[in-house]
């Protein structure tokens, strides 16, 4: 089966569409790569996308040396693949392929369409068209929003800009999900994990503005780095930071806590032990009052706190 450990941006002949098996859906997520470009304003130190060769992480969208053209995701042709891939996910055939055919019983469900991939999906300059053509296909496949969600995995750091708003209401009345990322508790230790130049401020700014208009997890890698989980004082400020996100009338539905289940690009960042991370979890669940659930390196779900 694909473990949790493998996450390939590509399927078959499909360019832009991609079924996994994901630990945070736990079941099957339908992969929409809006970045083939690899246009991330993060460059975190546990990300296996490799972008050495042109270096887009720094907050920066930058454009593909002068000659080379930037490499665009195509609506329409992304449009065709779902319309593929729905009724053979639908019709149960995707448990029939090689790749699907020994994923355990009790993860054969299909939860979402996800805005992941390799960059940061709001970085897309049409996504809030990209939202509406996932909503359709949806429909057209014949799910309802409570059978499957679409999902935008993002971090945040975009959620202000007008054109990504406009989809973020899309996204809101088709009863979707906003899973925004923040890895730190310190301005020092979000530019350690996270290296870029969009101020930390911003992105706890843009995640307490839309929080207050519409729900969202929060999702959070922490790691070894170095052999060194993460301090005390850092797990405290992450806490303050939430408890400010709820004081100041943000919506959290809960904390998605994971650590490194991919073979990261350095080898000093290495996965937090399970019980390092359910400590850390129950933590943060005394703290804030939120629901943690909290996902390994090798496995899925290893615990829900409510």
């Not at 887009?56 to 080379?68: A, H, I, N």
Request: net charge neutral.
């Amino acid at each position: 089966m694909r473990n949790f450990s493998l996450h390939p941006r590509n399927w078959r002949e499909f360019k832009w569409c991609y079924p996994v098996i994901a630990r945070r859906s736990k079941g099957l997520s339908l992969g929409i790569n809006l970045n083939p470009d690899r246009v991330c304003t993060f460059d975190c130190i546990y990300c296996e996308v490799e972008r050495s060769d042109f270096r887009l992480g720094k907050g920066q969208v930058r454009l593909p040396p002068l000659g080379q053209v930037r490499p665009m995701i195509n609506l329409e042709e992304a449009r065709a693949e779902m319309d593929q891939l729905l009724p053979l996910i639908r019709e149960g055939h995707i448990w029939q392929e090689a790749e699907f055919s020994t994923v355990p019983l009790e993860l054969r469900r299909f939860n979402d369409i996800a805005f992941s991939g390799n960059g940061e999906p709001t970085t897309y300059p049409r996504f809030s068209e990209a939202v509406q053509l996932v909503v359709e296909a949806r429909s057209k496949a014949g799910y309802t929003p409570e059978e499957v969600k679409i999902v935008l995995i993002t971090n945040a750091t975009q959620l202000h800009r007008p054109q990504v708003q406009a989809g973020l209401r899309l996204l809101d009345k088709a009863k979707g999900e906003i899973w925004a990322k923040l890895d730190a508790g310190t301005p020092e230790y979000y530019s350690q994990i996270d290296r870029t130049n969009v101020p930390y401020k911003r992105v706890l700014n843009n995640i307490l503005e839309t929080a207050r208009q519409q729900p969202l997890n929060i999702q959070t890698c922490m790691m070894c780095i170095q052999g060194v989980a993460p301090s005390v004082a850092e797990i405290e400020a992450y806490c303050k930071r939430l408890t400010d996100f709820l004081d100041g009338g943000g919506q959290i539905k809960m904390v998605q806590l994971y650590t490194v289940a991919r073979r990261p690009p350095h080898q000093w960042v290495t996965s937090l032990p399970d019980t390092t991370l359910n400590a850390i979890a129950e933590g943060i669940k005394v703290s804030t009052g939120l629901a943690v659930e909290t996902y390994g390196g090798n496995i899925g779900v290893t615990s829900i706190l409510t």
